[in-house]
């Protein structure tokens, strides 16, 4: 890279940095407190005494938060590899890694613990014993998303004086694949499905200094196909292939990369450089190599089905992978690509995953290694262009409300009270708002109930994602450990069922409501219950296409979700909904007719329904929609979104204009003499959630590639799921701030 583009670069990174904060690093910003690990390039003496098992990367360091030690001697030599995920941009479902037919991962004992095995086999991987497993959060379960470590053997020993060394190649297993895994694979490689390592905590990369391009997980394989207008030989997706020869000259197919050339990037330790590196850069380069058959046959030169072993208890060696570094990198080339497909007898494709380990100094400092993933997020400016589009439809909306306030009804109550004082015997001539006083707080006919459930639950959603966003704020809550936001949205919300019991029986209660206990059990039961059944025909649905390839989430993941709902959600909203009814009922300035006054006809079309809803929704959902397309990038394209406090504030633009368009509404429906505004007010913000839903279908039409019916209905329906959450939440700010305007408007009106 020129000089010139290393600067461009590190101009675009330092834009990407919180304002007012261009000295903090990436990584103290998604990793707050946390210090780099130290790894040894000397053995522990405990090392080569062979006793590996008190050398122990804890999981805190695992995950990026260890404390690293000055001393050497407890530093750790090996560093585990780690899957996180698969996954592609042609489908929302993911793949289970350890279900393909891969090699298989160490296997894990009950107490956490890698098993160690004397036998001459997959499980004796020398440095895992001492490494511990990621504990699976509730959202990384409900994701189908795990951390399970790898049978790579990556050691800082290897780095040799001179801070470099180019490993041979290494066998890492001998899998058999029979007709079914090839078509299993074939489709998945088709659809792109990308693998996700990590190293030390660092995403893997396949990284092109050339092209100054990077890209995070490598892929399983490559399909080539033949154009027939020009007879030259290309990706399914219309791109070429990322190989090391003319990819013309490669024969049309499905190709596997089996073999991976990881580059490991470290710093030294200033105080102790010739001790301890950090970690700073975890590059790979895959490869699609058919291995040369052994001269006795696989049998011969395998004990056992994934094993690196030979029937002799030797180290099974091939041709085509050499462990002498002399004898260079592994490359793609025409002849040797590994194609799946069956052999000439239709018998089973024999494939051994190889890899080469390289390391390389680096002068990146420890605390600037995650600036090359900022490079694919958007600059702060958009940002900062977002909060400012919001603060400005907000601060007319606010002015709106303001103008309404002061001029119109300060104007209209002064007016009507001051004609009372003045004249006694002269006729009122009341019009507008003012004529409905004894009919606007006449609760609705039909669904009472389910308006009491949908503001309950609405109010209990934004508890739960406000104090989501609070801890996060606050930096409790790391976004960047996967699943960890969803799980503290889900335990938030259960243990703010008190919110909902309490907002649904006062406002039931003032509706003269009866069936208090069905009123309560609704507000408990009917939106998990919903979600929690679609979520599981979605599990089954997955499960049943699929099978146990696909993330599908187990029975007892959905129980503990079940649990939760029954055993602590439930309680607290009949919790709260006791303090609710038992708390005096809502007192109104006016006193309500027994009969309904009629209401005329309005000429206005955009009173009317549900061209007031559109309109009402417009400008909200305007407010956000610039952060909405981060938001989608982080939870459709994996993108790293870690500056919370934007969230913070856009959600508090976005609630303050629904309270504020609310009021206008309802204020134009007052004066057009309609006093039905209670399921109105919750109608002109709710449907924030349909704008939402009609982005959703934008954005996966512009900006995803997503292909298939099954992954187009998973898509939708977690879409789906989050605008109708949304929609409750507006729907219940707009109800309640209504109610507050109306009470307020009424209660400076002198009224007999």
């Given at each position: ?38 790894y040894s390039r000397k053995k522990n003496s405990k ?344 603060l400005m439809i907000g601060f007319l909306l606010c ?354």
């Amino acid at each position: 890279m020129t000089r010139e583009a290393a600067d461009l670069r590190s101009q675009h990174l330092l834009r990407k940095k919180p304002m007012l904060k261009q000295s903090v690093s990436i990584t103290s910003l998604l990793f707050p407190g946390s210090e780099p690990i130290e790894y040894s390039r000397k053995k522990n003496s405990k090392e080569d005494e062979g006793d590996v098992d008190d050398v122990i990367i804890s999981e805190s360091e695992v995950n990026g938060n260890g404390n690293g030690s000055s001393n050497s001697r407890n530093s750790p030599t090996f560093i585990p590899m780690f899957v996180e995920y698969v996954e592609s941009r042609k489908t929302p479902v993911g793949v289970e890694y350890s279900e393909l037919p891969v090699c298989p991962l160490p296997e894990v004992s009950s107490n956490l613990h890698l098993k160690s095995n004397a036998n001459a086999n997959a499980n004796n991987i020398v440095g895992l014993q001492g490494v511990k497993t990621k504990k699976k959060n509730l959202g990384q379960r409900l994701m189908g998303q795990s951390s399970k470590p790898l049978g790579y053997q990556i050691h800082t020993t290897d780095i040799d004086e001179n801070n470099s060394q180019k490993g041979g190649c290494t066998i890492l297993c001998h899998v058999t694949m029979n007709h079914k895994q090839l078509k299993l694979m074939r489709r998945l490689i088709r659809k792109q499905y990308r693998v996700h390592y990590t190293l030390d905590s660092l995403p893997i990369l396949v990284r092109s200094t050339d092209l100054n391009h990077a890209l995070r997980g490598y892929p399983l394989g490559f399909e080539i196909v033949r154009d027939d207008d020009d007879d030259d030989e290309k990706n399914v997706d219309g791109s070429t292939t990322t190989t090391n020869a003319n990819t013309n000259m490669f024969p049309p197919g499905v190709y596997l990369n089996n073999h991976l050339r990881f580059t490991i990037y470290y710093n030294t330790k200033t105080s102790s450089p010739e001790e301890t590196i950090h970690i700073t850069g975890f590059d790979v380069s895959p490869v699609s190599i058919e291995h040369t058959e052994p001269a006795f046959g696989w049998d011969s030169a395998f004990s056992s089905p994934f094993s690196t072993f030979s029937i002799t208890g030797e180290p099974a060696k091939l041709a085509s992978c050499d462990p002498d570094p002399a004898a260079g990198p592994v490359m793609n080339k025409k002849d040797t690509l590994l194609a799946l497909k069956t052999d000439a007898a239709g018998g089973d494709l024999h494939v051994v995953y190889s890899y080469e380990v390289t390391w390389k100094l680096s002068d990146v400092e420890w605390p600037d290694r995650w600036d090359i993933y900022m490079m694919e997020t958007p600059d702060n400016d958009v940002h900062y262009f977002a909060i400012v589009n919001s603060l400005m439809i907000g601060f007319l909306l606010c002015g709106t409300v303001a103008i309404i306030m002061i001029r119109a009804l300060r104007k209209d109550i002064t007016k009507y009270n001051e004609f009372d004082i003045e004249d006694y015997n002269t006729p009122v001539e009341e019009s507008g708002w003012k004529l409905i006083h004894a009919d606007v707080f006449r609760p609705p006919k039909k669904g009472r109930t389910l308006l009491s459930v949908a503001v309950g639950t609405g109010l209990q959603i934004g508890t739960s994602v406000f104090f989501t966003l609070v801890f996060a704020v606050l930096r409790l809550l790391n976004p960047m450990k996967k699943g960890q936001l969803l799980s503290y949205v889900i335990i938030l919300y259960v243990f703010s069922g008190s919110v909902a019991g309490y907002a649904s029986a006062k406002l039931f209660k003032f509706f003269t409501g009866r069936a208090w206990k069905r009123t309560t059990f609704l507000t408990a039961a009917a939106f998990p219950a919903v979600v929690l059944s679609i979520f599981i025909t979605l599990n089954l649905g997955l499960y049943i296409s699929m099978g146990k390839v696909s993330t599908s989430v187990s029975f007892s993941t959905v129980l503990i979700a079940f649990l939760l709902w029954v055993c602590v959600s439930t309680p607290l909203v009949f919790v709260g909904s006791y303090f609710g009814y038992k708390q005096d009922k809502i007192e109104v300035p006016t006193k309500t007719n027994q009969i309904a006054r009629f209401i005329p006809e309005s000429r206005s079309w955009f009173v009317q329904f549900p061209q007031c809803a559109l309109l009402a929704g417009v400008l909200p959902f305007g407010s956000v929609v610039i952060e909405l397309s981060f938001i989608m990038g982080a939870l459709w394209l994996h993108q790293i979104y870690y500056i919370m406090g934007f969230i913070m504030v856009v959600c508090g633009i976005l609630t303050i204009s629904c309270s504020t368009v609310s009021m206008v509404f309802c204020y134009i429906q007052l004066c057009n003499e309609n006093h039905k505004w209670w399921w109105r007010s919750f109608y002109n913000c709710a449907s924030i959630g349909f704008f939402l839903f009609v982005y959703s279908m934008w954005y996966l039409v512009t900006k995803l590639e997503i292909v298939g019916i099954w992954p187009f209905m998973v898509y939708s329906v977690y879409m789906g799921i989050i605008s109708f959450a949304c929609a409750l939440y507006c729907g219940g700010v707009g109800v309640v701030s209504s109610f507050w305007f109306v009470r307020k408007i009424y209660a400076a009106v002198k009224v007999d």
